[in-house]
């Protein structure tokens, strides 16, 4: 079926709401004063009501108007997106990219700059993948994504400072360990410790082990969110991130003293796993996240921390 209007009528439609009449609509859109009268009676016949009536001098939309308003809005503005994304791909933008991301990464981090990156890049998705160990190098290695967030640099790989994790551990308040002024090795080995599992881990390479696994008996989960569920049930103990604590009700376990050291940090680093083969949407993603983070840990100028 052929349209009997324009995008540009009901842009001027919209203007003329806006400015509050018909010459300050013609201002604003750059456009001749009689001009805009002739789209508008245009519009008016094409649609066969009245949109616009004078009110002390003054140009006010109809009731009609101001319903048909509400649907044409949403449909300018998809209007102008949709330049917008054309133009983008026009010059080589994404239409999607993939973000991995190491499970230890606080996911408040991102939040911010990917809300950013959203409002400058209509036109392209983001795919976020969660990994851990193994599963967190292979995917700089291989290029399964286009950024990554690592524990650890992989090598050839440049990187940036993201930010620091510090592990703690903690059981629930009715757990034996919740007793002891001082936890040392030997209680550890006594109980059960629940372990991260390493998602990238095939079958022949096995397994990565990181941090102290000499527990006798081990409950390994897939992730954090397990991990507390099975911490909180009592099961046993686990080193969990500092920023899943403060996420949730920490009233719900008890962080254990241990003897001879009770915390340890882990750095996180930004990289491009597809180096100088990386898009123009990942790269200004990358500097948006790398902004956030200098920010986030006290230096803003980039200076290296």
């Known amino acids: 079926m052929k349209l009997k209007t324009t995008l540009e009528q009901w842009l001027t439609l919209i203007e003329v709401d806006r400015a509050g009449s018909i010459q300050g609509a013609a201002q604003s859109l750059n456009k001749s004063h009689t001009t805009l009268i002739y789209a508008l009676r245009k519009l008016e016949q094409q649609l066969g009501m009245e949109l616009i009536r004078i009110e002390q001098r003054r140009s006010v939309l109809t009731d009609e108007a101001r319903a048909l308003l509400r649907r044409a809005i949403p449909m300018v503005a998809q209007a102008r997106t949709l330049e917008m994304v054309s133009n983008q791909m026009a010059q080589g933008v994404e239409s999607e990219i993939t973000l991995t991301v190491d499970h230890l990464c606080c996911r408040q981090w991102l939040m911010g700059p990917l809300a950013r990156f959203s409002r400058q890049y209509r036109g392209t998705s983001v795919q976020i993948r969660e990994t851990s160990l193994s599963a967190t190098e292979r995917a700089v290695t291989e290029g399964e994504g286009d950024l990554a967030i690592i524990n650890l640099p992989v090598g050839n790989h440049l990187t940036d400072p993201f930010g620091v994790v510090t592990m703690v551990p903690v059981v629930a308040p009715n757990h034996p360990l919740s007793r002891l002024e001082s936890v040392t090795i030997s209680d550890l080995i006594a109980h059960t410790q629940v372990v991260v599992r390493d998602l990238g881990a095939s079958k022949t390479e096995g397994e990565r082990d990181v941090g102290w696994l000499r527990s006798e ?89």
């Open 217 to 305: 008996l081990r409950i390994t989960v897939d992730n954090f969110d397990h991990a507390w569920d099975a911490v909180r049930a009592g099961i046993g103990f686990c080193r969990m991130p500092e920023h899943r604590l403060a996420e949730v009700d920490s009233s719900q376990v008890v962080r254990l003293a241990l003897d001879g050291g009770g915390a340890y940090q882990v750095p996180l680093h930004l990289t491009l796993p597809k180096g100088e083969q990386t898009g123009v949407a990942a790269r200004a993603l990358y500097q948006l996240l790398l902004e956030d983070a200098q920010s986030r840990m006290g230096r803003p100028d980039g200076a290296p921390i």
